[in-house]
């Protein structure tokens, strides 16, 4: 063959440690295999022929086709059976399978190979007509959705017609005679749609459906959950193309999808459902609801404890929980994947735990087993249990994925999508979800479906999300139409409030109030001290207020990084004294104004000292543009005017001189104190004098923090830090206290990183801003990127969000840049990031390698950052 590099494998010739080529569902069919399990035998076609096929210009190229023959031919003498022939034919599934696993995203066909002739040869083996032309009318309906694009939802108005005309209500009731008639009236809409006929050829149907895995990585739903889970698009996904074994053969054949422990709640114990003659897909589809794993033992009871047992040996040998399909056909069964199995994050923590009890891993592997952005799901509130106790539970469906929500109703992901943009919170109801709909499930506060088991598409994507989800509640009755669903015998509009408790599965037609959740024991607080136990950065919050580093304290904060001063300053007497510095016009003036906020900024740092509890606080001075403090409406500034004691002209006036065509490059920041140095040393005085004031007290010695904003050039910072340590050196010595202080900035300037030598000669400690940072490096800004940067993910310039998850790559070399000069400058400077970045855990990661001492984040993100840190040093031994 002229094709030397090899793209298509059987699953003999595969173990599990080959993902990266053979995807994460052909590794672990290879491994299956290899450990002796009920296997149905195949190929895979690597993931390195999919980025062939892209390179190819979206086309599978005359080697690969040829190679893939030559595989079918091999898997033909392992069957003892032949493609397209009627007497003895060879069915496949064709399913894709990239290396992390991506639920839902990719699409499955079943039963290739089937032709009107084929059909009758296949029904006479067989012995069962029906069984045969069920197995036809299903593969024509996934073929053409799958590859053909038709739309699946026309397929199942045929049936329900069909149905409609017989007078019955189930698939099962269809004769042999109807599915026949349902494939005539398949293949017809096909060429009514499509303008030629269903393909025949088993050999193009194969490769058709191949190309259709590959196109289906980069379909817009895969894009979006790659998006949200930093799943590179040069992985491609690779192609199973499996023998068939059939679910759907009779009342001893079935299928199902179980898992070793519960998904949910992480409770030791096989935990599953199944469908007696179903094919897969009617399990994962959550079309007809299915029956518990634990009714097989009383149906089968053979088959339940084979099951049983290799359940239990795959968890032994993976290590961990695993989500297991499996298929019998007339009593035997048969294994077709496992996989590490998705989980919420209660149970990720309790498995994990419960595994280093059990001795099957260590505490140092456990804590790599809980994904950290998993833990926010956590943090989340959950349902007040007194509001609770009154509320009336309207229906229960499955508890599929825990938390409280409580949201108005919407009916579409499109309006979840528009209704979370106007600020309002939402919960989903649907009939099923599809993958189509992961954008509107991403920004709901929870999604209800009326049909699907707990392992339908909406209970696993919800899962992984940590979004709170009931499914299955088969007594709603949703119009779509009018927007409505009833239940209980009432009827619920878009817009109703309900609320739904993903833990009991409760339905509530009404707003609950929620409580926040309890952190600090269990599994959750033995998890996180392994954590800490491995970590080497510190973890910090950023707050402004004394409730929020309290809340942040909570979650284990050591310190707050980033204290925004601008946001003490917007209530009541604050913002008018703020006003009345702003159109001062003279420095008497100001400094008269600047008096009044004194006293509200020292008892803001008081509260903060306090809450802290002796931790550092980094208190960052004045940053935006004074414009911000203004107001832009007419009726505003006449009031305001009055207000302050000026005129509504001299208003004007100040508000249009302080106008900037660019505020995030303007005058602000360290400009501000460079052109108005009585601010900062208003700010330095409330500093001092609350630290003073708190160590007095007696129970914490407080060492305050400065932090310049917006440093670009060394003179500049020397300026602002010399007016703060001739006012603080002043205050001090008057105070008798002895008192250290430290003056530090923030590297947010791409010039700042690349002088950061000459700037630690005046700068105690680097706080790296990355969210301005990433705006001022890519040169555009946070607020407007939004508008054009989907553009850019469709065209696979960027694969994610630069606000979201750090640019090593740019952004990072700035951070690395300054990390080295400033610590060839001055080698004990204290080293953080204060950006949104410092809760993302790639960016977490990124940190700890750079050598930075701390990362500070949002309070909801401190228990993410100390589990990426953990993970980041285990990973990364410095």
């Known amino acids: 063959m002229a094709n030397a590099h090899k793209y298509v494998y059987l699953f003999s010739e595969g173990n599990g440690s080959m993902k990266e080529l053979l995807g994460g569902k052909g590794a672990n069919l290879a491994e299956m295999s290899n450990l002796g399990m009920p296997v149905p035998q195949g190929f895979t076609v690597s993931t390195e022929a999919c980025t062939q096929y892209y390179n190819d210009g979206r086309a599978i190229n005359a080697d690969i086709q040829a190679e893939i023959m030559e595989y079918l031919t091999k898997l033909e003498e392992i069957t003892g059976k032949k493609f397209g022939d009627p007497k003895n034919p060879l069915l496949v599934s064709v399913r894709s399978g990239a290396r992390a696993s991506m639920p839902g995203m990719m699409d499955t066909i079943l039963n290739l190979g089937l032709n009107d002739t084929v059909v009758e040869g296949f029904a006479e083996i067989t012995n069962n007509p029906r069984f045969a032309y069920d197995s036809y009318r299903r593969f024509i309906q996934m073929f053409s959705d799958v590859v053909m694009e038709l739309s699946k939802k026309r397929f199942e108005e045929i049936i329900d017609a069909k149905k409609a005309e017989r007078g019955i209500k189930l698939d099962t009731e269809m004769t042999t005679e109807d599915l026949k008639d349902l494939v005539i009236r398949f293949k017809k809409f096909y060429k009514d749609e499509k303008g030629v006929d269903f393909p025949t050829d088993p050999k193009t149907q194969l490769m058709e459906a191949v190309k259709a895995v590959f196109r ?494 917006l440093v670009g050039e060394v003179k500049e910072l020397k300026y602002v830090k010399d007016v703060v340590t001739a006012t603080a050196d002043k205050i001090i010595a008057e105070s008798g206290v002895s008192m250290k202080y430290q003056v530090g900035t923030m590297i947010e300037i791409p010039r700042a990183a690349l002088t950061a030598d000459e700037i630690a000669k005046e700068a105690e400690f680097f706080s790296f801003g990355t969210n301005d940072l990433t705006q001022m490096t890519f040169g555009f800004s946070r607020d407007d990127a939004g508008k054009f940067l989907d553009y850019y993910y469709e065209k696979k310039i960027y694969e994610s969000d630069p606000f979201a998850h750090l640019d090593q790559t740019g952004v990072g070399k700035l951070v690395e840049m300054a990390v080295t000069l400033g610590r060839k400058t001055r080698p004990e400077i204290h080293l953080g990031i204060c950006g949104e970045h410092g809760g993302d855990p790639s960016s977490v990661e990124f940190c700890h390698k750079v050598g930075l001492d701390y990362v500070s984040c949002s309070p909801f993100r401190v228990p993410i950052a100390r589990l990426a840190a953990a993970q980041a040093a285990i990973k990364n031994p410095r």
């Open 216 to 709: 289906s990585w980069d379909n817009p739903r895969a894009n979006v959950y790659r998006r949200m889970n930093e799943i590179p698009y040069d992985w491609g996904t690779a192609v199973n193309v499996q023998s068939m074994v059939f679910g759907n053969s009779g009342d001893n054949s079935g299928t199902g999808v179980a898992f070793t422990r519960n998904p949910a709640t992480g409770e030791k114990a096989l935990f599953g459902e199944y469908l007696i003659n179903a094919q897969g897909e009617d399990v994962v589809a959550g079309v007809r609801t299915p029956s518990p794993i634990s009714k097989l033992h009383e149906e089968m009871p053979e088959v339940y404890d084979q099951f049983a047992a290799i359940a239990t040996k795959l968890e032994q040998h993976y290590k961990d929980m695993q989500d297991m399909e499996f298929t019998i056909e007339n009593g035997k069964l048969y294994m077709l994947q496992t996989r590490n199995g998705k989980r919420t994050a209660a149970a990720a923590l309790k498995v994990a735990v419960d595994l280093v009890d059990e001795g099957m891993i260590s505490e140092k592997e456990a804590v790599l087993r809980v994904e950290p952005k998993q833990l926010d799901s956590l943090l989340h509130p959950q349902f007040d249990p007194a509001a609770l106790k009154k509320a009336e539970v309207i229906g229960k469906g499955l508890a599929a994925s825990p938390g409280a929500a409580c949201g108005k109703v919407v009916f579409t992901a499109e309006d979840a999508k528009a209704w979370h943009e106007r600020g309002e919170k939402v919960v989903l109801v649907r009939l099923e979800t599809s993958p189509e709909d992961i954008e509107g499930m991403q920004v709901a506060q929870g999604i209800l479906t009326v049909r699907g088991g707990m392992t339908s598409h909406a209970a696993v994507v919800a899962r992984g999300m940590g979004t709170c989800c009931v499914s299955g509640c088969g007594d709603i009755v949703v119009d779509y139409a009018a927007k409505k669903f009833s239940l209980s015998g009432k009827d619920y509009h878009e817009g109703d409030f309900i609320s739904i408790d993903g833990s009991t599965g409760n339905i509530y037609g009404e707003a609950i109030a929620t409580v926040p959740a309890d952190v600090g024991s269990g599994d959750f607080g033995r998890l996180m001290a392994w954590a800490d136990e491995y970590r080497q950065l510190e973890v910090y919050t950023n707050a402004d207020t004394p409730k929020d580093a309290a809340q942040g304290r909570s979650f284990g904060a050591q310190g707050i990084g980033l204290c925004r001063t601008e946001h003490m300053f917007f209530e009541g007497e604050r913002i008018k004294a703020m006003r009345e510095m702003i159109v001062a016009d003279n420095v008497d003036d100001r400094k008269k104004a600047l008096a009044k906020i004194m006293p509200y900024q020292q008892g803001d740092f008081e509260g903060l000292y306090e809450a802290m509890e002796g931790h550092p606080v980094v208190i960052r001075f004045l940053d935006p543009p004074l414009h911000e403090f203004l107001p832009t409406k007419e009726e505003d500034i006449k009031e305001i005017a009055g207000e302050i004691g000026v005129t509504v002209e001299k208003l004007k006036n100040v508000i249009e001189s302080l106008h900037e065509f660019n505020p995030m490059m303007g005058h602000r920041g360290c400009r501000l104190a460079v052109s108005y140095p009585e601010i900062a040393e208003m700010q330095t005085t409330a500093v001092i004098n609350a630290a003073i004031a708190v160590t007095k007290r007696g129970r914490y010695s407080i060492e305050p923090n400065i932090m310049i904003p």
